[in-house]
């Protein structure tokens, strides 16, 4: 079983819809949920990132973390052509370099 | 400020060939961190470098390897490649072992065949 298991995709979702993106995990230890965005041959930048459970919210995104569950949600609110991209998630432990990758998911949003 | 570079962007070598990836992290971090990513998968963690020290490996052969030097810039090598060893090599940057942000560069993708 891998570490981070993410919702497969490809997505498409017309220009203004709230995309949903979800990963889930199995490492009770980990401490950070990380979103990364990758577009197409560029390396992954961060999005945002939540320390345990609970919500943060920065402008049309919002990621969850439940641990109880081991669930993390991103959500796209207004979706943008230009949010068309692989997102990744990636959890970690408090203290720890290492970053455990979703395989992603595929977003395009249709003008 | 100039983000993570890495070189050379493409490269094409054939099987048992050698290669040299290079990583000039962001100006100030202190730790590089190597991924390899096969296309389809998200990034897997390779090695992590410290003040120049290795503090972490990931579940890859020996034929991988790194270093970093006194300017914090790093090298990945990998001996005797493998088909499979087609990927995008990443390399992320941060302050120290412990922060949260990684800055990733634009990778560099190799092709074996």
């Known amino acids: 079983q891998k570490e981070v298991e993410q919702d497969p995709g490809p997505l498409s979702v017309p220009e203004g819809a709230i995309v949903s993106l979800n990963c889930t995990y199995s490492n009770s230890a980990f401490q950070y949920f990380m979103w990364y965005r990758q577009y197409s041959r560029k390396g992954p930048e961060l999005l945002m990132y939540t320390y345990s459970s609970g919500n943060k919210e920065d402008g049309r995104f919002t990621a969850q973390v439940d641990k109880s569950s081991k669930y993390i949600s991103l959500f796209i609110r207004d979706s943008q052509p230009s949010d068309s991209a692989t997102y990744l998630c990636a959890p970690r432990r408090s203290n720890d370099y290492k970053l455990s990758f979703g395989a992603g998911t595929t977003v395009t949003v249709r003008a | 400020d100039a983000g993570v570079t890495q070189s050379p962007t493409h490269l094409i070598k054939t099987r048992g060939q050698h290669v040299t990836l290079r990583c000039s992290p962001i100006?100030?971090?202190?730790?590089v961190s190597w991924y390899q990513q096969v296309l389809g998968q998200g990034p897997q963690f390779i090695f992590q470098?410290?003040?120049?020290?290795?503090?972490g490996r990931g579940n890859f052969p020996d034929r991988f390897s790194a270093r970093q030097f006194p300017n914090y810039s790093s090298e990945l090598n990998v001996n005797a490649l493998l088909l499979g060893d087609s990927a995008l090599y990443l390399c992320?940057?941060?302050?120290?072992?412990?922060?949260?942000?990684?800055?990733f560069g634009p990778g560099t993708r190799l092709l074996v065949l």
């Open positions: 100006s100030g971090h202190k730790s």
């Open positions: 992320a940057s941060s302050v120290d072992t412990g922060e949260e942000t990684q800055y």
């Open positions: 470098y410290y003040e120049k020290e290795e503090r």
